[in-house]
């Protein structure tokens, strides 16, 4: 049960964890006086993450690494500096980067990390184009990493590479850092499927549904079982008192599901809400489906009325998607699938079941390969005009993995 100690220090302790929620790699120099908070807090915050959620804390002189394990969220793609996801390029070079860097050397040049990846790609019989476009992902792997803390540039900078394949830069690598990366369920996987079952614990069905609410911005009745639903909606006022004292949260509870809310917006990855063209059209096509006899519309009909909002609306949103009413749906429709406002069903499945796709570039293909329909989940409902909320203050909350 949550326990008495000073405001400060209770303030203090909530800090440390919504930070590391967001931030599961800390490092000193980021933020020096938010590391002496969690270094002061360390013991407390590791029972806090440890008996709550089954997560594991390791702190040492400048680095805090929160393990997450526990449960699998769907669609939370690593980014780039620039915030958007990850292509399959991308990952696979980030594999082939942290592979080859893993082990040192605590300095290396541009060029010479090139001949390691490509003789990494070599013995994992991966083949490498020489082009730009592997160039650019390299770059952002890079970038990624420098921005995260496991390298950075001592002389010139890595994205004139990106132009120029006889660019040069010398890189610090922390390769300590690096070696903190994989989660436990990655020893002795042997293929995805391995690795996604290693890495969610449900059998420990307290602390897997504690994960849930705090990793995903709602948590359904049909994502549980009757006898899982059951024991969280009793003990649903003490879950409610850890997740406040812990990281600020309240729950909303309703026959459709629970919703795990950060009153401050500062916990939410994606803020939802917010200014911008794809937000605006989301809220839009939340408030043109909710009006549909079932609530839902195939990818064909989606896009002609984000055509019809583009339009209206031509004026204030973005000009290269208001030309593009396919480009802006999918974007529209990744951010309600990853807020778990909507999801893609099938048109004969019933409408409390919760069925996710893939990526944005996979949405059409997938609405197209059987009759599936674009339907809206209970959550949205919040978001409908008129719905009793705090104007554009209260946020679904939605951490990093």
């Known amino acids: 049960m949550p326990s008495d100690r000073p405001p400060q220090s209770a303030l203090e302790l909530q800090t440390c964890a919504r930070h590391l929620m967001q931030r599961p790699l800390t490092c000193k120099e980021h933020d020096p006086e938010l590391f002496r908070l969690i270094r002061r807090h360390e013991s407390e915050l590791d029972r806090w993450l440890t008996q709550r959620l089954g997560y594991r804390l390791h702190v040492n002189a400048d680095t805090a690494r929160l393990f997450k394990d526990g449960f699998v969220a769907e669609r939370r793609p690593l980014r780039t500096p620039s915030g958007r996801p990850f292509h399959p390029l991308e990952y696979t070079l980030l594999a082939l980067v942290l592979g080859s860097t893993v082990a040192g050397p605590a300095v290396i040049s541009l060029r010479d990390l090139v001949e390691r990846v490509r003789s990494a790609a070599v013995e994992a019989d991966i083949t490498l184009e020489d082009s730009p476009t592997m160039r650019r992902a390299l770059v952002c792997v890079l970038q990624w990493m420098i921005e995260l803390g496991l390298a950075s540039e001592l002389y010139q900078h890595v994205d004139a590479y990106a132009g120029d394949e006889t660019a040069d830069a010398v890189l610090k690598i922390r390769p300590e850092r690096i070696a903190l990366l994989p989660l436990s369920a990655l020893v002795g996987a042997e293929s995805p499927q391995d690795l996604l079952a290693r890495a969610e614990r449900r059998g420990t069905s307290r602390q897997w549904m ?192």
């Not at 059951?230 to 729950?251: A, K, N, P, Q």
């Not at 026959?255 to 500062?266: C, H, L, M």
């Not at 911008?276 to 939340?286: D, N, P, Q, W």
């Open 210 to 401: 504690r994960c849930r609410l705090v990793e995903d911005p709602v948590l359904y009745r049909a994502d549980l079982s009757d006898a899982e639903w059951s024991e969280l909606r009793r003990r649903l006022g003490e879950e409610e008192d850890l997740l406040e004292e812990m990281l600020g949260l309240t729950l909303e509870a309703r026959a459709e599901g629970i919703a795990a809310i950060d009153p401050s917006g500062v916990l939410a990855e994606t803020r939802f809400p917010a200014g911008g063209t794809v937000c605006h059209a989301a809220l839009l096509l939340i408030g043109r489906l909710s009006a549909l006899p079932a609530r839902a519309a195939d990818w064909k009909d989606v896009v002609d009325v984000i055509g019809e909002l583009a339009e209206t609306h031509s004026r204030g949103w973005a000009g290269d998607l208001v030309e593009s009413p396919d480009r802006l749906a999918r974007r529209v429709m990744d951010l309600m699938l990853d807020l778990r406002l909507a999801a893609w069903i099938s048109r004969h499945e019933p409408a409390q079941q919760t069925g996710q796709v893939g990526s944005e570039t996979q949405l059409p293909d997938a609405a197209l390969a059987e009759p599936r329909v674009f339907r809206l989940l209970p959550a949205a409902g919040r978001f409908l005009p008129g719905a009793d909320i705090e104007a554009n203050t209260t946020q679904l909350q939605a951490s990093l993995l």
